[in-house]
């Protein structure tokens, strides 16, 4: 059953209420691939500055700001959000990984991904003058811990 739509089909905010709050952790990733010499500005070469720096705070502002994006999302107060982005040659490309945490009664897999998703937009925005054809990609939920449903792993 699909938990945001009532009996008659209809949308809604799924009722958290009657949850008790525990401890919560999810993993999201997404790659941003580009070329060799899109990379070297990744890295450090970008006129408008530190992509990667900017990139990962934009990531945590976009978690803390997920249940404004996202219709059904329930605010939460996040105890931890982390962005790591890492330069990768072999793809090339940058892989970037979001962690959330929160004490609560619902999830946090929607922050994690929209962390991931806005560091990812704000990476190929950052770069877009040098290379137009870059690529968001693998964007998904890695793992989750907590809740109800309890742990999640992805495939590799």
Known sequence: ????????G???MVDVSGKPATAREAVAQAVVIMSPDTLALAQGG???GDVLGV???AGIMGAKR????IPLCHPLPLDKVSVDLVADPALPGVRITATARTTGRTGVEMEALTAASVAALTV???LKAAQKD???EGVR????TGGKSGSFQAAP
């Open 1 to 8: 059953m699909l938990t945001h739509f009532d009996a008659s």
């Open 10 to 12: 209809q949308a809604h």
């Open 46 to 48: 970008a006129a408008k």
């Open 55 to 57: 990139a990962r705070l």
């Open 66 to 69: 997920t249940a404004d994006l």
């Open 124 to 126: 190929y925005d950052m």
């Open 134 to 136: 870059m690529r968001i």
């Open 141 to 144: 939920l890695l793992r989750k």
